[in-house]
């Protein structure tokens, strides 16, 4: 073939195949279940009505850029917040959301319900929703639960790292077993478990200790999520997951969505980060002392030094490779994507921010996976779950 048709033809593939990721990204509808930019930008004093780029990984036009149909905004606060805080805390943080999606609602509305979704998606709006990360922000009282549910929280991650006084977290029982009061779920924690199947809030697993997992899927009825969880076996830490709690989560009907942490990833971005940190260790032990939390001081040096930590980033192909695993596991039915963003100092290259999406559209089409099944990992997965833990009695 002559030089110059050959270049061409490779040049028009290259278009082709552009335009049609593309097109499939737009074409399905895009959920996110876990993105933590109202904790640690809104309530930190950022504007994300505002262009944020350089500065965390999503703002309102990056939503839109990105293809985002609907965003789960995690509600968070950590285990410094307790008794007669945490609670009062996910209210204002849900008050922000409300303010601005109410200062936005040509662009944006709260998602409530499967009825919602589809209006926010035919509308083009980013369609809002709401997953509490960490049960100590109910304060152990059920009434908590219900009015979190009414302000339209539709999931709560059972623990966040820190344990509660009735469910033990990844954090607490691979590292301090021996001095817990109890492991897994209480008889109490089992009650929100059932309240939350009642309501219709979806149960999360994302980092919730063994034993509290198998305590919580042996007590559900309805279908859980991982909201942002990856695999064990590809990256043993202690909240990704093993092999038999992907396969109960596969007979449970849920839905894992990974995670885009690098250190939930891939266990080399681990070691390269504690050298990293060791390196550093004057400026971290100074932050340690103004008691900062160790993923704040992560965050905060990975910005300062960007390019040591670009060098030991893994690439979007190990992302992939925990999505494959779980599919030949347990089928494409059960996989979907919780990016973590904006609670994540590092993510693969080249996923940058929330524009990066449709990279991982058009990954997982040169990966064979076909339109269809493509439609059910970026959002279709969810749906299925969202509506069968929906109460139709309410
Ligand atoms: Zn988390």
Same mark, same amino acid.
């Given at each position: ?8 033809? #490779? =040049? ?35 504007? #994300? ?16 850029? /990105? ?23 996910? %209210? ?11 200062? %936005? ?35 152990? %009282? ?19 790292? %820190? ?6 977290? /990844? ?8 001095? =817990? ?23 999360? #697993? ?24 990856c695999v064990y076996?590809l990256c043993p830490v202690?909240?990704n ?7 109960? #989560? ?13 250190g939930f990833i891939d266990s080399?971005?681990n070691?390269?980060? /504690? ?14 002392? =103004? ?10 040096? /990975? ?19 925990h ?40 990954? =997982? ?30």
């Amino acid at each position: 073939m002559p030089k110059l048709l050959c270049c061409l033809l #490779i =040049l028009l593939s290259i278009v082709g195949s552009a335009q049609s990721f593309q097109k499939i990204h737009n074409k399905a509808v895009v959920i996110d279940t876990h993105n933590d930019v109202l904790s640690t930008v809104t309530m930190k004093g950022l504007n #994300i009505e505002k262009d944020l780029s350089g500065k965390s990984h999503s703002d309102i036009a990056r939503f839109k850029k /990105a293809g985002m149909d609907i965003q789960v905004f995690s509600i968070f606060c950590d285990e410094r917040f307790g008794k007669d805080t945490a609670f009062k805390y996910a %209210n204002l943080e849900i008050d922000s959301l409300y303010a601005i999606v109410g200062r %936005n609602s040509e662009k944006m509305m709260i998602v409530t319900n499967p009825v919602e979704l589809q209006q926010a998606v035919k509308q083009k709006k980013l369609g809002c929703m709401m997953g509490v990360e960490g049960g100590h922000m109910i304060e152990d %009282n059920l009434d908590h639960l219900d009015a979190l549910f009414k302000r339209g929280v539709r999931y709560m991650t059972l623990t966040w790292n %820190n344990s509660t006084s009735w469910a033990t977290s /990844a954090f607490d029982e691979t590292r301090k077993k021996d001095s =817990l009061p109890h492991i897994g779920l209480t008889d109490f924690g089992k009650e929100v478990v059932k309240k939350m199947n009642k309501l219709g809030m979806i149960v999360d #697993i994302s980092h919730v200790g063994e034993q509290t997992f198998w305590d919580a899927i042996h007590t559900t009825i309805k279908p859980v999520i991982a909201s942002h969880s990856c695999v064990y076996n590809l990256c043993p830490v202690p909240r990704n997951l093993k092999d038999d709690q992907i396969k109960a #989560i596969g007979q449970n009907g849920g839905v894992v969505h990974l995670n885009f942490y690098s250190g939930f990833i891939d266990s080399n971005y681990n070691k390269g980060k /504690a050298a990293f940190l060791q390196k550093h260790k004057q400026e971290v032990d100074s932050l340690k002392s =103004l008691k900062w939390a160790n993923y704040e001081i992560e965050e905060w040096t /990975a910005k300062k030094y960007p390019q040591e930590v670009e060098a030991y980033r893994p690439d979007l192909s190990q992302l992939l490779n925990h999505l494959d695993y779980i599919v030949k596991m347990i089928g494409v039915d059960h996989v979907g994507l919780g990016s973590d963003f904006d609670g994540i100092e590092s993510a693969p290259k080249p996923l940058d921010d929330v524009t990066s999406f449709p990279l991982i559209t058009k990954a =997982l089409m040169e990966r064979g996976y076909s339109k269809k099944n493509i439609e059910k990992i970026l959002g279709g997965n969810f749906i299925r779950v969202f509506k069968a833990n929906q109460n139709h009695e309410l």
